[in-house]
């Protein structure tokens, strides 16, 4: 047994006895706390994670863990509150300096994950806009790319400039929420289709408001639903298994980085989010798809 071990050993002995002297827990309830620390530990010192070190990042990617191995949010929401009872105690014995759980939280009512589109339900939608003969089917793809490989907000997409795209760069600069502007960064696809709707369509327009990227048949600012028309009338005729919207392909960008292994800090970056509990729903993954191996997190990237 190594020191880590021995000591990981040490504390949950001390933990338990402390709830069951100090707080009255019942025999029941130590019992599944053991359990549950067990686990974590067994965790960490499988990933080479030492309690001294073990930070918020490494919480969430256990939490993760947890939610592809097929932990029912209610089990998982009892695994958190018995990690927060845990590193608190830790706290009070001056082995941690802060509180790690203090932003953590899992709710156990139940909550409905967005919905996503199925990996080759995607395929079929650029299968579809690649071939298509619309008048602005260059203009459709590049929102269809932005939306699933950035993950962009409607608002946000619709009030994207040109010089927002860097294409030597690969990065596309949006204003979110409270004005806040961010750097996502994209891929190949995603910047040919930019570039070719302004090469071969925009740039044909009559063009009156030039910051602009994204233009209506007047050559202005295109609008919102515009935006939402778009999306449906593209996607209308596909039979797919869910009414596709803007918001299902920013969800869907989401969930297949988590998939794919993003770390969850991340994963709030890029989709702008103030909050990390607002990027948390997305650790509640579809069984369906935990089957699935991701090789990349992001599989047009």
């Not at 030597?168 to 040919?192: A, H, Y």
């Not at 999306?231 to 998939?259: G, Q, W």
Request: overall charge positive.
């Amino acid at each position: 047994m190594n020191l880590s071990t021995y000591k990981n050993k040490e504390f949950l002995k001390e933990f338990i006895d402390s709830n069951l002297v100090e707080k009255g827990n019942s025999r029941n309830t130590a019992s599944a706390y053991t359990n549950d620390l067990k686990q974590f530990l067994d965790w960490s010192e499988k990933n080479n994670y030492d309690l001294k070190i073990i930070d918020e990042n490494k919480i969430e990617k256990y939490l993760i863990y947890l939610s592809k191995r097929g932990y029912k949010e209610a089990s998982i929401s009892r695994k958190t509150a018995c990690l927060k009872a845990f590193f608190k105690f830790l706290l009070k014995e001056n082995y941690k300096k802060n509180n790690i759980m203090k932003n953590i939280s899992r709710n156990n009512k139940s909550k409905s994950l967005p919905k996503s589109l199925p990996d080759i339900e995607l395929i079929k939608i650029f299968k579809l806009l690649n071939k298509s003969k619309d008048k602005n089917k260059l203009r459709n793809k590049a929102i269809f790319e932005i939306f699933y490989g950035c993950g962009l907000r409607v608002s946000e997409l619709i009030n994207l400039d040109i010089e927002n795209i860097n294409f030597e760069e690969s990065q596309i600069k949006c204003t979110g929420k409270g004005n806040k502007q961010r750097i996502v960064p994209t891929n190949d696809n995603c910047l040919k289709s930019i570039n070719d709707y302004i090469e071969l369509e925009r740039n044909i327009l009559k063009i009156k408001e030039s910051r602009s990227l994204f233009l209506n048949k007047n050559g202005r600012r295109i609008s919102r639903q515009t935006i939402w028309t778009t999306v449906k009338e593209c996607t209308k005729d596909l039979n797919l298994s869910i009414e596709v919207t803007p918001h299902t392909l920013r969800h869907s960008f989401a969930t297949e980085l988590l998939k794919g292994g993003a770390n969850i800090r991340e994963v709030q970056e890029l989709m702008g989010h103030s909050s990390l509990a607002a990027t948390q729903i997305y650790t509640f993954l579809d069984n369906d798809w935990i089957k699935k191996e991701y090789l990349n997190s992001h599989p047009r990237a």
